[in-house]
């Protein structure tokens, strides 16, 4: 007759059980770590595919021999082209809005040629601010000269200066700077990207918390599993 009774039996497989489960939780953990530590955390991708703007721009930037001087000779030219445009733009095919335009395409090729950042350091933030609201304050005054003098607004008649240099004024002091104010502001903004507490252009999510999540297993839906296969086996 054997001294083992059947209660012993069976705690001793309950104990050997739960020791493989932990000899397996720690292998699973350690493989998961180590497939985790193989990737770096600049390129972890978001569940949500976007990026904010120290991961998109971790890359850096590369000079290019080809561009640069090209862009060197080119940016004089279109500035002046884009400034002929705004002046002659009263009596020929052109204005104040298709220069502004030209004038913060040139700022795009700058920043794409030498760098963003590079560019933005170089065109202080003031100065775009300046020119859109100065533009818009240029502008306004020019209209409300003659509302002052008991007319309407940009009754450009009744300005003290003949018709032909009031039209030249309010786009040149007002619409091209407010257009290239504008794009160039704009520029700068999409160049800053995402936020990384998710704030930026309606991300709804952190990007850190979505790069900490386990790849291929959305909304904790791993977790929500285990839960409810241990309640099962209780």
């Known amino acids: 007759m054997s001294d083992v009774r059947p209660e012993d039996e069976t705690a001793g497989g309950d104990a050997v059980g739960g020791a493989a489960d932990a000899t397996d939780a720690e292998s699973s953990g350690g493989g998961s770590d180590e497939g985790e530590s193989d990737v770096p955390p600049h390129r972890a991708v978001p569940r949500s595919g976007r990026l904010d703007s120290e991961e998109r721009q971790g890359t850096p930037y590369t000079e290019s021999q080809v561009i640069m001087p090209t862009v060197k000779i080119v940016a004089p030219f279109a500035f002046t082209y884009g400034l002929f445009i705004t002046f002659h733009g009263a009596g020929s095919p052109g204005g104040g809005f298709q220069g502004g335009a030209i004038v913060a395409a040139v700022v795009f090729m700058i920043a794409f040629a030498f760098g963003i950042e590079a560019t933005r350091d170089w065109l202080a933030n003031t100065?775009?601010?300046?020119l859109a609201v100065g533009g818009?304050?240029?502008?306004?005054?020019?209209?409300?000269i003659p509302v002052a003098r008991g007319g309407a607004f940009l009754q450009y008649d009744l300005l003290p200066i003949p018709v032909k240099y009031g039209l030249e004024s309010v786009e040149v002091f007002g619409i091209a700077a407010i257009v290239s104010g504008v794009l160039m502001g704009l520029f700068f903004l999409l160049a800053n990207g995402f936020d990384s507490d998710g704030s930026g252009?309606?991300?709804?999510?952190?990007?850190?918390?979505?790069?900490?999540?386990?790849a291929g297993e959305p909304g904790g839906r791993e977790s929500d599993r285990t839960a409810a296969a241990d309640g099962g086996e209780r």
């Open 136 to 144: 818009a304050l240029a502008f306004a005054g020019i209209g409300l």
């Open 201 to 214: 252009f309606g991300d709804t999510g952190s990007a850190e918390d979505d790069a900490d999540e386990p």
């Open 127 to 130: 100065v775009v601010v300046a």
